[in-house]
């Protein structure tokens, strides 16, 4: 069974930061791609930013040159700093590890990051 373990969410004021963690574990060697998704009330389920094994990144083009994804292939951790956070930013964040041979995917609770304005 894979568990993803977050943290780091809270509230902030506008233009300040936030780094969100989110571990994995269970009994997978390695995981493929990381990433997270954000959701706002009434709103879809949206991609945020992606990291893979190699470290090649992507991010949403709301979020591009303030936010940064980065992992720990040996803590198997996925990282999120924010940078520059506006109130549209306000969300629940959930991570994702995909992982085995059919790039299963496994989610995170979830964590709030509210910014004040």
């Known amino acids: 069974q894979v568990q993803l373990v977050e943290s780091g969410g809270g509230l902030v004021q506008a233009g300040g930061s936030l780094r969100l963690s989110c571990a994995a574990s269970g009994r997978i060697f390695s995981f493929n791609n990381m990433g997270w998704y954000r959701q706002a009330p009434g709103e879809q389920r949206e991609l945020v930013a992606a990291v893979t094994t190699g470290g090649s990144t992507s991010y949403a083009d709301s979020v591009k040159g303030r936010f940064t994804i980065s992992r720990d292939n040996a803590k198997n951790t996925v990282y999120l700093q924010m940078r520059s956070l506006k109130a549209e930013d306000t969300a629940v964040y959930l991570c994702?590890?995909?992982?085995?041979?059919?790039?299963?995917?496994?989610w995170g609770q979830g964590t709030q990051v509210t910014v004040s304005s």
């Open positions: 994702y590890a995909d992982f085995g041979a059919r790039f299963s995917r496994a």
